[in-house]
Structures are given as C-alpha cells and as structure tokens.
C-alpha cells in the first residue's frame, strides 16, 4: 500500500477538502485522513499512478505539494538534516560575505554550487577566501542580526526525539553557525567545517578535511551503524546538491524548497510546506506534535 500525502504552508492554508476527495475518489484510494485542517491530508491507495508527475505539476500551481510513499515503515529513527536553507533561512557564508563586503559576488557562487554547477570542495575554498582578514565577533553578529530558523524546524526536531527518534545536524557550512543553531532546536549532535581562526581573525581557510557531499553520506552510515539501525530508518532533509548522496541513501529524502537541479534528482519534493512536512510525511496528525523545550 502507498500512503498519498497532500501538503501545503500553515503559515497560509490552501488546501481545499474538495481536493482531498477529488483526487481520492480520481486514484480510488481510501478515506481521507486529515492530519491538520487545510494544511495536511493522506489517503492510502494500492498502486502507484500512472499520472503522477501530471498531477504532481497541476498542484504545485495550487500551493499545494503531493507526495507518494510506501505505507510501511514511513516512520524514521533518525533525522538527518542540513543547515542553510533548511534548518535555517539563510546561507551563512552569504551572511559574512556581506559583512566583508563581497556578498553578492560569493552568493553567486553559492547558488551555483548549490545547484550543482561548481564542485562543492573548490567553490567553499574560493568563497572562504573571500572572508580572510574579518573579525572573528562577526560571527556573533550575524547569528545575532541575519540568522533565522525554518519555520517548522523547532517542531520536527522535538516531536523527532520524543519518539526516541536521533537527531543531527550535518552542513556543508561551519561549527561557529551548526553549534549554535543545533543547542538552539535541540539537535544531539552537528557535524561542519571549521574556518580557520589567527589572531581573533578569520585566514580565509578552511580546517581539513572539507565536509561536502561524501560526509554527509559518511555521517549517515556512522550514526545508523552506531545505533544499530540503516539507512532505511533515516529521514534526510536538504535543499543543495551536496545533499544528494544522504538524500538518496536514506529511507526518505526530503528536497525541501531545493535548488533545480537537486529537485530534478529528489524522488520526494517540498516546496510549500515548512518543516513540520516531514512529520505529516511520517504520518504524524498535528495533535501528536511535541513542544519545543
């Protein structure tokens, strides 16, 4: 059995019971279930539609995401998840970019390599360099004044660990920002790269080894074989292409609000729904959600 799934923004609900039903009745699937009123709704059916990515593109004009899963074994043990554009709003390194005074030129190379048209490892190492000279208490500032958390996030997080789910927080990004936004939500632990600190400044590197794609794949395999579990147990979440690898080994890869190319590859997309999606993804109604601490 595959469990349909019908999402959209809680921050601005358009999801219609008329289409609920509409596409049940369509596909033959079973009852409706809402899992929160105008925002999220599942149906199971049999088989897999043919018309899938028709319907697929006929909803995305209505705000509304579709995702089609198996039933069993929807619930994840871990959650695994990126930091920029996913867990938070903004890419870091942009941040201080502009606080150097080079931010569109480095957000430029960002939106490349996210969308997979420059190698990750070289175009981190271009943009770090960018940054060498600035003070290290930017880093304060900008987590202070520039930095703010995905709608949803606090929730996914919680609810995660309070069905003994792990959670951890993998970027392609840096421990000054991964740190700080993972005490934040409540992560167990978070894997970055570390920039290189002389003299309270920034040198314009990056500490070896480079955490691209390849670790976040590594992290995947260490966490689940560190608590007895697999891939299959793992809900993955990114937006950029060096989340494909963990995006496609787990059981679920969410591409959340993701770059072209990433989507073009992402057998599960989301694009209007916030966070709290990958709960109803699991099938979690909104009343079982827990509260962030």
Not at 61 to 78: E, H, W
Not at 178 to 195: H, I, P, S, Y
Not at 205 to 214: Q, S
Not at 269 to 283: C, E, I, S, Y
């Given at each position: 059995?595959?469990?349909?799934?019908?999402?959209?923004?809680?921050?601005?609900?358009?999801?219609?019971?008329?289409?609920?039903?509409?596409?049940?009745?369509?596909?033959?699937?079973?009852?409706?279930?809402?899992?929160?009123?105008?925002?999220?709704?599942?149906?199971?059916?049999?088989?897999?539609?043919d018309n899938l990515d028709e319907v697929w593109t006929q909803l995305q004009d209505s705000r509304v995401?579709?995702?089609?899963?198996?039933?069993?074994?929807?619930?994840?043990?871990?959650?695994?998840?990126?930091?920029?554009?996913?867990?938070?709003?903004?890419?870091?390194?942009?941040?201080?970019?502009?606080?150097?005074?080079?931010?569109?030129?480095?957000?430029?190379?960002?939106?490349?390599?996210?969308?997979?048209?420059?190698?990750?490892?070289?175009?981190?190492?271009?943009?770090?360099?960018?940054?060498?000279?600035?003070?290290?208490?930017?880093?304060?500032?900008?987590?202070?004044?520039?930095?703010?958390?995905?709608?949803?996030?606090?929730?996914?997080?919680?609810?995660?660990?309070?069905?003994?789910?792990?959670?951890?927080?993998?970027?392609?990004?840096?421990?000054?920002?991964?740190?700080?936004?993972?005490?934040?939500?409540?992560?167990?632990?978070?894997?970055?790269?570390?920039?290189?600190?002389?003299?309270?400044?920034?040198?314009?590197?990056?500490?070896?080894?480079?955490?691209?794609?390849?670790?976040?794949?590594?992290?995947?395999?260490?966490?689940?074989?560190?608590?007895?579990?697999?891939?299959?147990?793992?809900?993955?979440?990114?937006?950029?292409?060096?989340?494909?690898?963990?995006?496609?080994?787990?059981?679920?890869?969410?591409?959340?609000?993701?770059?072209?190319?990433?989507?073009?590859?992402?057998?599960?997309?989301?694009?209007?729904?916030?966070?709290?999606?990958?709960?109803?993804?699991?099938?979690y109604s909104v009343t079982e959600f827990a509260r962030p601490t």
């Amino acid at each position: 059995m595959f469990a349909v799934t019908l999402l959209t923004s809680p921050q601005t609900p358009v999801l219609e019971p008329a289409l609920a039903e509409a596409l049940r009745n369509a596909w033959g699937g079973g009852d409706v279930h809402w899992l929160m009123p105008d925002v999220a709704a599942e149906f199971e059916i049999a088989v897999r539609p043919d018309n899938l990515d028709e319907v697929w593109t006929q909803l995305q004009d209505s705000r509304v995401d579709l995702v089609i899963q198996p039933v069993a074994g929807r619930k994840k043990a871990v959650l695994l998840a990126d930091m920029d554009s996913t867990m938070i709003q903004q890419e870091c390194i942009d941040e201080l970019a502009a606080e150097a005074g080079v931010g569109e030129h480095v957000a430029q190379i960002t939106a490349r390599a996210m969308n997979g048209e420059l190698e990750f490892d070289a175009a981190l190492r271009e943009r770090v360099a960018t940054l060498k000279g600035l003070d290290c208490g930017v880093i304060d500032s900008v987590l202070a004044t520039r930095i703010s958390l995905m709608p949803g996030g606090d929730v996914l997080v919680a609810t995660m660990r309070a069905q003994g789910g792990y959670a951890a927080l993998v970027s392609g990004g840096f421990t000054a920002f991964t740190q700080a936004v993972a005490a934040k939500l409540g992560f167990d632990e978070n894997r970055a790269n570390t920039l290189e600190v002389a003299e309270g400044k920034l040198t314009g590197a990056v500490v070896p080894p480079i955490l691209g794609r390849e670790a976040k794949v590594q992290a995947l395999d260490e966490i689940t074989e560190q608590r007895g579990l697999t891939a299959a147990d793992v809900l993955a979440v990114g937006d950029g292409a060096n989340d494909l690898g963990m995006l496609t080994r787990a059981g679920t890869g969410v591409a959340l609000h993701a770059k072209p190319s990433v989507q073009a590859q992402a057998d599960i997309r989301v694009n209007h729904g916030d966070l709290t999606a990958l709960l109803f993804l699991q099938g979690y109604s909104v009343t079982e959600f827990a509260r962030p601490t």
